[in-house]
C-alpha cells in the first residue's frame, strides 16, 4: 500500500508565494516520475510540471518562469514551490508518482489527495 500525502495550500495574495509538498510512504521500490496536477472549478485536471529521477523538469506555459518542481528521491518527496501567484492559479493541486512497489513490479500511478491553492485579487 502506498499513499501520498500533501500539504502546504492555502489563501494567498495575488503576487504571492506558496510551497507545496507532498510525500511517498509505504512499500516502495522506485519512484520514476513525480508530478503535480491541478483542477479548476469547472475545468479538467491539467498536469503542470514533471521531474524525473534524472531531475529533467517540464512546465505547463501557464506557470513556466513562476513555479518550480525539485524532487527529494532520498526522502520520496515531491515539492512545487510557486511564486507570483495569479487569481487564475486557483485550484485544486494534485501529486502524482509513479511507483514500483517491488523489481518484478510495473509503475503503477498514485495519487495526492488535493490541496486547495486560492489566489485573491
Known amino acids: 500500500q502506498v499513499q501520498l500525502v500533501e500539504s502546504g495550500g492555502g489563501l494567498v495574495q495575488s503576487g504571492g508565494s506558496l510551497r507545496l509538498s507532498c510525500a511517498a510512504s509505504?512499500?516502495?521500490?522506485?519512484?520514476?516520475?513525480m508530478g503535480w496536477y491541478r483542477q479548476a472549478p469547472g475545468k479538467q485536471r491539467e498536469v503542470i510540471a514533471t521531474v524525473t529521477t534524472g531531475t529533467t523538469t517540464t512546465y505547463a506555459d501557464s506557470v513556466k518562469g513562476r513555479f518550480t518542481i525539485g524532487r527529494d528521491s532520498a526522502k520520496n518527496t515531491v515539492y512545487l514551490q510557486m511564486n507570483s501567484l495569479k487569481p487564475e492559479d486557483t485550484a485544486v493541486y494534485y501529486c502524482?508518482?509513479?511507483?514500483?512497489?517491488?523489481?518484478?513490479?510495473?509503475?503503477?500511478?498514485?495519487w495526492g489527495q488535493g490541496t486547495q491553492v486560492t489566489v485573491s485579487s
Open positions: 509505504g512499500s516502495i521500490w522506485s519512484i520514476s516520475l
Open positions: 502524482h508518482m509513479k511507483v514500483r512497489v517491488a523489481l518484478e513490479r510495473y509503475a503503477d500511478d498514485y
